[in-house]
């Protein structure tokens, strides 16, 4: 019997047969990433049910010197839960580790384990009266451990921070098959480097999370959402400022959308209408928020705040959603971007941020570089102006083959914009990672120190190599080109 054999054997042993599959068909749904961009294969689908049986399986493939892919709902944006094509390496999956280990209200906190579905969380804590705020277009299949391994962000940023804000302890299984157990949250811990920080936003390159404690808040008891039409980005910028001052904590939420990206959803939604009249170029969807005693005075502020805007001409026009039903209704605009812009045809999506004050003049100086350069194409920005994170998106032109269209002019369009954004002081990933969709533009622009730092650390903690190879980490430019 080989090695490999000797391999998947034991880990056959270990798993059962509810844990460990090596069936094609079983295997296919999870070889591929969502958005098709990235396929591979793999030795075995692993899906341990506990943390003990991570550990011992990280270890057998130690060992063996198996790597190993971790994965959640594999709903990434970046190929990063997505093994390559040597079929070399097992695929571990995190979700039937799924269980609410505690939830205490009087602290709130929620220990929940890597393979926990967002909106899972969601209906849980809200049952007892209080949220994990954190939200995203993909919460019916991302779960917390991919979240964490992503510092996922989301529309609730500005507010709350990204998922490393939420984070209060951890676990996980480091590339040794020990269990680093830090779920338990100090408010003060001065024992040298954070490691549970480390480890977040990691994607899996150097340990796998298999549970967390996580921050909640209490449930909001009042909102106001607000759609406002502005003349420019720029006025956009200004009047987030404004609401900034004036609603302090209030305001959960700013995000922005371009009239003709409105114009695309409207058209992609079956008995769907703007939310005003007139057209503008831009527009400004607003949340307000309050819990408690606030909520009696949220409805005034939202009016106080749209009366001084106006009079000082920060907004063209604005509505303030009547209800639920109208609440959740611009919101599904919002969220009808991406599915909206597919219909158009292929496009490259850039997840960039850059300083909040500079977006609008990065957006104007990025846009007319982009089409200039590539006739026949539409940049559009939209997203989370509020935390300097906005989706920069360029349509391919019409009639092209997509996938040639992608891999062509599509990646060098990327590289331009990439390289913008850090002339810009900005980064090339705000939200959703590097993967190994933006591994070779990060090796080429990123910082030198923090890259070597970033890569003394993988050495460090995962010598061998084994865990999620290819992603995230650029090689070294002696490894790259040898």
Same mark, same amino acid.
């Given at each position: ?208 999370? @298999?549970?967390?404690?996580? +921050? !909640?808040?209490?449930?909001?008891? &009042?909102?106001? %959402? $607000?759609? #406002?039409?502005? =003349? ?71 009016? @106080?705040?749209?009366?001084? +805007? !106006?009079?000082?001409?920060?907004? &063209?026009?604005? %509505? $303030?959603? #009547?209800?639920? =039903? ?157």
């Amino acid at each position: 019997m080989s090695e490999i054999e000797q391999f998947l054997q034991q880990a056959s042993d270990l798993l059962g047969a509810k844990g460990f599959t090596r069936d094609a068909q079983d295997m296919a749904p999870w070889l591929t990433d969502w958005r098709g961009r990235f396929s591979g294969s793999a030795l075995a689908l692993a899906s341990p049910a506990n943390t003990a049986e991570v550990a011992e399986l990280v270890k057998l493939c130690a060992r063996h010197g198996v790597p190993i892919v971790p994965q959640g709902g594999n709903s990434g944006m970046c190929g990063g839960a997505t093994p390559d094509d040597s079929g070399h390496a097992i695929l571990l999956s995190l979700r039937r580790m799924n269980a609410i280990r505690d939830l205490d209200t009087e602290s709130g906190q929620v220990v929940c384990e890597a393979g926990v579905i967002l909106q899972t969380l969601h209906e849980r804590v809200e049952a007892e009266g209080l949220r994990f705020p954190l939200t995203l277009g993909g919460k019916g299949s991302a779960t917390v451990g991919g979240l964490i391994s992503t510092n996922a962000g989301g529309t609730q940023v500005l507010r709350h921070g990204s998922m490393r804000a939420q984070v209060l302890g951890i676990e996980a299984v480091m590339p040794d098959g020990q269990v680093f157990s830090a779920l338990t949250p100090l408010k003060k811990d001065n024992r040298g480097f954070d490691l549970k920080q480390m480890l977040i936003g990691s994607e899996g390159t150097l340990g796998i999370v @298999t549970a967390a404690t996580l +921050a !909640l808040q209490p449930a909001i008891a &009042e909102r106001r %959402v $607000i759609w #406002a039409g502005v =003349s420019s980005l720029e006025a956009a910028r200004t009047l987030l400022v404004h609401c900034q001052r004036a609603c302090g904590d209030a305001l959960e939420g700013f995000e922005v959308v371009l009239q003709e990206t409105l114009d695309d959803v409207v058209a992609h939604l079956s008995d769907a209408r703007p939310p005003l009249e007139d057209r503008h170029a831009w527009h400004a969807l607003i949340e307000l928020v309050a819990t408690g005693a606030d909520a009696d005075r949220l409805g005034e502020l939202a009016e @106080t705040v749209l009366m001084d +805007a !106006l009079e000082h001409d920060l907004l &063209e026009d604005a %509505v $303030i959603a #009547a209800n639920e =039903s109208q609440a959740e209704y611009f919101w599904l605009l919002r969220d009808s971007i991406a599915p909206a812009e597919r219909e158009k045809g292929p496009a490259v999506q850039h997840d960039i941020s850059v300083p909040v004050d500079r977006m609008p003049a990065f957006v104007t100086e990025a846009v007319a570089k982009v089409e200039a350069a590539w006739p026949g194409t539409q940049a559009i920005a939209f997203g989370h102006l509020g935390d300097g994170n906005v989706h920069f998106h360029v349509i391919a032109p019409p009639g092209v083959e997509p996938m040639e269209w992608m891999t062509g002019d599509g990646k060098e369009i990327s590289s331009q914009v990439y390289e913008l954004v850090t002339q810009w002081s900005g980064s090339l990933s705000a939200e959703h990672g590097i993967g190994q969709l933006k591994r070779e533009d990060f090796a080429r622009l990123g910082d030198p120190v923090a890259l070597s730092m970033l890569r003394q650390v993988k050495q460090a903690l995962d010598p061998a190599g084994l865990m999620n190879p290819g992603k995230l980490v650029p090689l070294a430019p002696a490894q790259a080109n040898s």
